[in-house]
């Protein structure tokens, strides 16, 4: 799926948000980046996939919000931040990566 795809499906629309809500995504992306490092300690390492997932894509989604769009799909969420900030596309692989796998670990 590419971001027009992405348009045209309204799983990308524009919508603005307060900046209160930005700044509960980065709080939110901080908080599951805590609780990853717990489960390191805990030797709980599927769950340390999740979390840290979950900790990149609050992150990914403030930068969507700040820039006026909602998502409805992680691969849209992947694909504006690809074309909007191509210098992000090395954390992008490691997103896109971490989501297939946090997908994985908590569908078996």
């Known amino acids: 799926m590419n971001l027009k795809d992405c348009y045209e ?9 307060d900046r209160s809500v930005v700044k509960k ?4 992306a901080k908080r599951h ?6 489960c390191v300690k805990d030797e709980m390492y599927d769950l340390v ?3 840290v ?3 990149m ?15 409805r799909s992680h691969i849209c969420l992947i694909e504006y931040i690809r074309e909007k900030y191509p210098k992000l596309n090395d ?11 946090a997908c994985c ?3 078996t």
Request: glycine letters at 2%.
């Open 57 to 71: 894509f609050h992150a990914a989604r403030a930068i969507l919000y700040r820039d006026g769009f909602k998502e």
């Open 25 to 28: 995504e980065i709080s939110n």
């Open 53 to 55: 997932y979950t900790s």
């Open 9 to 17: 499906k309204e799983l990308l629309r524009v919508f603005k948000f």
């Open 91 to 101: 954390f992008l692989k490691i997103l896109d990566t971490y989501r297939e796998k």
């Open 33 to 38: 980046l805590t609780n990853a490092k717990k």
């Open 105 to 107: 670990t908590l569908w």
């Open 49 to 51: 996939v999740v979390s």
